[in-house]
Each structure stands twice: as structure tokens, then as C-alpha cells.
């Protein structure tokens, strides 16, 4: 328990540190940070817990403003929690609260996850305050309509460290795990901070979110990982402007998904001048059969950081994936994309490009299955259409 808190406080002074930093070089610090996360986790000598926060850490789980802790001295912990948080409940949305100080409602965000009705069709909206929150937690199916909304992506941040081998299997090992439809997640983070898998290690991929619930919205969120970041699993999922690291398929799954404006950033290790070497993939869609309707629209993205990836690699027959105005770095490789070694895939898969930007969209040495596809073909894959998002988004944001 000590060295989990220990890791947790460190995580913390961390991310304060990130935060400084990242307004110098967003790109370049925010791989060098999770670096540091994956370190620390493992670490044996961590630096004591700030004592300031370890007392409230315990505290009681179900805080009511009256019971603060320290209300009403100078210097409490809490003078500088915003006021009226949560706001008093509408006919249509409820409010609750979670600080790790335990400054309001809950101290946890799996807490306030169980104290949401079973099966409501109010939306909860979950107010998280700035934080790293070192907790495994499920959205059940039984709790549609839940938003957590967060203090900014690199200011609240939800982390867990299972692996594969840790949790039994890939698909259980991410830190969130939503079931339910209709959620929201607003400005936080999801992170997986188990050590970066070694070149072959078995076992070690590590999923920082698990969306396996229809009609999901992320918006100014944050994934953080490196292999099998985030597990687009199934359901119709948009994201807007959200930043996304990872090395191995760290977009992957069988979801039909928009992403506007996101930023894929790549932390495999670079590869050196000369080698030909391809050491990660932004992409493993999972579509299994023509039947299938999913897919993963990325439009007005970029495509940065390290090493040499893939765009895509075909984890199932019929995998389906579009790039749209789209800025890519050198780091993507010539050939784009990868069949999984199966030419028979090479008649079903669907890998499309419009209109893309740098060095790595450079079309002359693409994989031949590859579609250069124009504005007629592209056209269903550029909006929020693609989602049915006439059917349900601006009722969830
Ligand atoms: C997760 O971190 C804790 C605390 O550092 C450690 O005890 C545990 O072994 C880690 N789990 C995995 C699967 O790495
Ligand atoms: C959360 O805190 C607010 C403000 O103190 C209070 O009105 C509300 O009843 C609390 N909700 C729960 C579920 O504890
Ligand atoms: C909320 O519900 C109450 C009781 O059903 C009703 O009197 C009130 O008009 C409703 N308010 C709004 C804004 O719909
Ligand atoms: C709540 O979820 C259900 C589906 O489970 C959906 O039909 C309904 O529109 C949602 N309500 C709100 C307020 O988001
Ligand atoms: C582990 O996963 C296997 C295959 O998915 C399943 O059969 C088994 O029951 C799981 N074990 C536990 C402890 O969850
Ligand atoms: C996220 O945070 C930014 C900066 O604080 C703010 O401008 C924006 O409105 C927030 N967006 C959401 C969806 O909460
Ligand atoms: C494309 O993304 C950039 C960066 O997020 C944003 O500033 C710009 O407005 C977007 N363009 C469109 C057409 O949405
Ligand atoms: C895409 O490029 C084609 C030609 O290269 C151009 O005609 C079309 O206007 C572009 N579309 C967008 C949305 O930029
Ligand atoms: C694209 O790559 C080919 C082959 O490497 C090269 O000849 C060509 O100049 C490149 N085009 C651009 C626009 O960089
Ligand atoms: C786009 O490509 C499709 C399929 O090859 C073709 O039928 C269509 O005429 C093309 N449209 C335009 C505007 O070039
Ligand atoms: C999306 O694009 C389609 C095809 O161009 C268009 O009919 C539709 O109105 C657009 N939807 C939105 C929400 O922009």
C-alpha cells in the first residue's frame, strides 16, 4: 500500500512537472514524461508522500462540503476548491463530486461511478478535479449517461497499471473500462502507466481504455500508453481534439469511430538512419466481415513522434480504416500499411487516404491494396455522419 501510495505521489509531482514543461515542447515532453511515469512505477525508492495530501487520502468516502476537512481554518486544503461544485441537480442532469483530498462528495472516481442509479436516463455528470486518480474503474452497462469531466487533460488523469499477463487477457487490462452507452468523457486523461513492453515481450501490452459501449463522446481528452492504448472496442465513438500516445496499434478494436483534430503520437523507440525496421502501428481495426458497419475516420489529424509506423495493420480480414487531411511526419513508413503477412486480406481490407499533408503522406511507395481515394469516396467518412451523429451526438455533448 505504501509504495502504491508512494508511486501515486510521485505520479503527482510528476505531473506537475509535465505541466510546466509541456508549454516548452508538447510533443517531445509528453513522450519523455510517460517514459518517467513507467519508471517510477517500478521504482524501489520513491521520495516520502507530501504529508498535506496523505491525511486526507483515507478520509471518508461520501464528504458533504459541510464535512471538508479543515473547513473554516486558514490554510485548509480545500480554501482554494471552487464554490458552488457540484451545482444542484436540474430535472435532467445530476451532479457529483470527486477531489482526492476529499474536498467534496467523493474521494474516488469509481465511488461516485456506484453511487449513480442503475439504469438512469438523467445524464450524471461527474465533476473531477485536477489529479491523478491510481484507481481501476468500470463503467458497468447498467449506467448509461454518464459524463466525467475533467480539469484538462494534463491537469486530471485516471491511471492503472494491469497488463494482458496482470489481468488475464488484453481486452480486461485497461485502467477505465466503459460498458455503458452514452458516455462522456470531457478535458481527462486515461492512462496505463505498466512498463513499456520490451521488443517481443509477451504479455505486456497494456490498455489505458476500454470503449465497449455505444454512442461514446471524448472530447479534449488524453490516452496515455504503449501497446493497445486505446481499445476502440465497439459502438459508435467520436473524438475531438484529443491526444493520443501509444507505439503497437494503439488505436485498435472493431469500433466505428470519428476522429476530428486529434493528435497520434507515436513513442516506439526511434529507429536508426539507415535501418529499415518497422517497430509500431497507429492503427489494428478489427472489422471481421463485410456485414460489419465499423470502421476508424481520422480527419484533420497529425501524426508525430517516434520511430517508424504503420498507419494501419490488418488485425482482421475486413479492417477498415480512412485518413483525411491529415498531416503526417516522416516517422510513417513508404509502404503506409501492413496486411498482417496475409495477401489474402489484401481483396477485403478497406485503407484509404484523402488529401493528406508531410513527409509520411507521401503516396509513390504505398502498399498496392492502398485506395488514393477522391471526394466522392471519401465524402462518407469526413463528418460526423459517418457516426449517424444526427441520431445522438448533440443530445450527449
Ligand atoms: C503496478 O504497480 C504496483 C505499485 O508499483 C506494483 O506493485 C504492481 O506489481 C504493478 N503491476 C504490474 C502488473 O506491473
Ligand atoms: C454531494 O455534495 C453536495 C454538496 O455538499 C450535496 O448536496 C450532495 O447531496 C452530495 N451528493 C451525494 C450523493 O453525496
Ligand atoms: C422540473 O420538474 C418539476 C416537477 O415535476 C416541475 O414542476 C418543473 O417545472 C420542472 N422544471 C423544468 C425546468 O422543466
Ligand atoms: C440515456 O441513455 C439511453 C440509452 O441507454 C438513451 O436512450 C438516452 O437518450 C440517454 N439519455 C440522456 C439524457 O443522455
Ligand atoms: C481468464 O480468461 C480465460 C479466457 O478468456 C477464461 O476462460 C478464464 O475464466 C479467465 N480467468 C479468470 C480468473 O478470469
Ligand atoms: C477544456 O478545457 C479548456 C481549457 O480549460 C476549456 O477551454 C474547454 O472549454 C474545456 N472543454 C471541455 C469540453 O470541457
Ligand atoms: C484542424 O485541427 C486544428 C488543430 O486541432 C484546428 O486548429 C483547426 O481548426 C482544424 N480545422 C478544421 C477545419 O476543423
Ligand atoms: C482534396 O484534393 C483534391 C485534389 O487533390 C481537391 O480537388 C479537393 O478540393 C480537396 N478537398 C479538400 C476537402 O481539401
Ligand atoms: C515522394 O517519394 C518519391 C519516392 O521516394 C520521391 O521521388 C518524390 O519526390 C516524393 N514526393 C514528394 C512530394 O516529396
Ligand atoms: C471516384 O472514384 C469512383 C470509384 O473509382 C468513381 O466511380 C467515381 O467516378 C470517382 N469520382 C470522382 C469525382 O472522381
Ligand atoms: C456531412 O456530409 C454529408 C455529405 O456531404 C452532408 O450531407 C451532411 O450534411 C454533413 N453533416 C454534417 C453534420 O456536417
Known sequence: MSLL??????????????????LINPTQYYIKIFKDYTFTTLSSSLPAFPAIILSYRHGNMHRH??????????????????AGIPPPDTNTTSYLCVDRKGCCNFTTVQAAVNAVPDMSQKRTIIWINKGIYYEKVTVPRTKPNITF?????????IAWNDTAKSANGTFSSGSVQVFASNFVAKNISFMNVAPIPSPGEVGAQAVAIRIGGDQAVFLG??????????????????FKECYIQGSIDFVFGNGRSLYENCQLISMANP?????????????????????????FAFVNCTIGGNGRIWLG?????YSRVVFALTTMSDIVAPEGWNDFNDPTRDQTIFY????????????????P????????QALPFLNTTFIDGDQWLQSNI
Request: with cysteine; aromatic share 10%; net charge neutral.
Open 5 to 22: 501510495t508512494n508511486s501515486l505521489s510521485l505520479l503527482v509531482l510528476l505531473f506537475a512537472v509535465f505541466l510546466s514543461f509541456h
Open 271 to 295: 529507429v536508426p538512419q539507415g535501418q529499415r525496421s518497422i517497430n509500431g502501428a497507429v492503427t489494428a481495426h478489427g472489422r471481421a466481415s463485410m456485414d460489419e458497419n465499423s470502421g
Open 149 to 157: 469531466q475533467g480539469q484538462g487533460y494534463t491537469s486530471t488523469g
Open 65 to 82: 462540503h459541510k464535512d471538508r476537512p479543515d473547513s473554516g481554518n486558514a490554510g485548509s486544503i480545500c480554501d482554494d476548491f471552487p
Open 369 to 376: 491494396y492502398v485506395q488514393r481515394l477522391n471526394d466522392t
Open 221 to 238: 481528452c488524453g490516452f496515455f500508453g504503449a501497446q493497445d492504448t486505446l481499445h476502440d472496442d465497439r459502438g459508435r465513438h467520436y
Open 313 to 317: 495493420r490488418a488485425w482482421r480480414p
Open 352 to 367: 484509404g487516404e484523402y488529401n493528406c499533408s508531410g513527409l509520411g503522406a507521401n503516396m509513390s511507395m504505398r502498399a
